[in-house]
């Protein structure tokens, strides 16, 4: 089934700031919310949809990879929606608990497990490691889990306590006449433990900075805004959450003589006046070797020759592109007398 547009389902303009997609989001969300709309199938599902279109289109990398590349350009980074109403208020808890005062009743069994923090990384290459690609490693500094209370945040031999404010459900119930909800516990802060002991090691936050050097195979074709991601290589998740994902952005340098156009590779070659008039056979750089190339009588500035397969490999898929040689006649200067001589009496016989 074909997805709807996310800016039409939350009834914004393509330019829509992010007080606006909340703006709207909030709107929606209000009225299709499951509490007021019980057994609503289609209510339920523009609530899941304004949800998933909220999270792409306030997440600044997942709308620029919508606006770019649509709902198959997502699919590709991993990203699925939602899975259910849960996993919405595990999201967006703090926008109901704005329009409510608290949060929602569905809001007290959503795990309390969240995903680590994704990480971004700048990362600049040459001309010819994005043409063939390269393995290397980078360093980069990330919260991890714990190595003295393993992301408990308790001191090594104590455990966190069940919180008796809320009875470990991270979550206190209230009556606002329509609606039996609930807030996020106060005393606990919606983690359903407190600790007595914090661990020193990591002041009871259950992550430490560490130093880490990761491998990263980068593959042949890239080029300037092509992205890696490494799932996993970013920051430690919380309660049994997953860790984030590493993301690497690629910046290629400019070559002295190479100038890549999609996956061809321009270049521009100077040859003599006498041998564009006469023919001659030269050598030509590639991004690999040199190769001879023949020039034939009366070529003139600015033609072009090709030499099959010697551009950049294709990201995707088998062969690569191929070199395209611009001819540049160079005018002589400097001539001496019997130079001059030669020419004007090459011009009076022509």
């Known amino acids: 089934m074909t997805k709807k547009d996310y800016y039409e389902i939350l009834g914004v303009e393509r330019t829509a700031s992010d007080e606006e997609l909340k703006k709207n989001y909030r709107k929606i969300a209000m009225q299709c919310h499951p509490d007021r709309n019980p057994g609503d199938k289609k209510a339920e599902e523009r609530f899941k949809e304004a949800a998933e279109a909220y999270e792409v289109l306030t997440d600044k990398q997942k709308r620029e990879t919508y606006d770019h590349y649509g709902h198959e350009g997502l699919s590709n980074t991993g990203f699925q929606g939602f899975s259910g109403f849960e996993d919405v208020f595990s999201h967006f808890g703090s926008i109901f608990e704005e329009a409510f005062g608290f949060g929602s009743t569905r809001g007290r069994s959503?795990?309390?497990?969240?995903?680590?923090?994704?990480?971004?990384?700048?990362?600049?290459?040459?001309?010819?490691?994005?043409?063939?690609?390269?393995?290397?490693?980078?360093?980069?500094e990330k919260l991890t889990t714990c190595s003295d209370c393993h992301g408990t945040g308790a001191a090594p031999g104590t455990t966190p306590e069940t919180c008796r404010t809320c009875q470990g459900r991270g979550q206190v119930i209230q009556s606002n006449g329509l609606f039996t909800i609930s807030s996020t516990c106060p005393h606990c802060g919606g983690h359903g433990k407190v600790i007595s002991k914090p661990c020193k090691h990591c002041n009871g936050q259950g992550?430490?900075?560490?130093?880490?050097?990761?491998?990263?195979?980068?593959?042949?074709?890239?080029?300037?805004?092509?992205?890696?991601?490494?799932?996993?290589?970013?920051?430690?998740?919380?309660?049994?959450?997953?860790?984030?994902?590493?993301?690497?952005?690629?910046?290629?340098?400019?070559?002295?003589?190479?100038?890549?156009?999609?996956?061809?590779?321009?270049?521009?070659?100077?040859?003599?006046?006498?041998?564009?008039?006469?023919?001659?056979?030269?050598?030509?750089?590639?991004?690999?070797?040199?190769?001879?190339?023949?020039?034939?009588?009366?070529?003139?500035?600015?033609?072009?020759?090709?030499?099959?397969?010697?551009?950049?490999?294709?990201?995707?898929?088998?062969?690569?592109?191929?070199?395209?040689?611009?001819?540049?006649?160079?005018?002589?200067?400097?001539?001496?007398?019997?130079?001059?001589?030669?020419?004007?009496?090459?011009?009076?016989?022509?």
């Open 207 to 350: 992550k430490e900075a560490v130093k880490k050097t990761v491998q990263l195979k980068i593959p042949a074709g890239v080029e300037t805004g092509s992205r890696l991601r490494l799932r996993g290589e970013g920051e430690a998740g919380e309660q049994g959450g997953p860790d984030g994902d590493l993301y690497v952005f690629l910046s290629v340098e400019e070559h002295d003589f190479f100038v890549r156009s999609d996956d061809n590779v321009l270049c521009r070659i100077p040859i003599s006046f006498t041998q564009a008039a006469l023919g001659a056979t030269v050598e030509v750089p590639t991004l690999e070797e040199k190769e001879k190339i023949k020039i034939p009588k009366g070529t003139q500035n600015g033609n072009t020759f090709r030499l099959k397969g010697k551009g950049i490999p294709h990201l995707r898929g088998y062969g690569r592109g191929d070199q395209i040689i611009e001819i540049f006649v160079q005018t002589p200067v400097n001539l001496s007398k019997k130079q001059e001589e030669l020419l004007r009496e090459f011009e009076k016989i022509s």
């Open 110 to 140: 959503r795990s309390r497990a969240r995903a680590g923090v994704d990480l971004r990384y700048d990362l600049n290459i040459s001309f010819i490691d994005a043409a063939f690609g390269l393995t290397t490693t980078i360093d980069l």
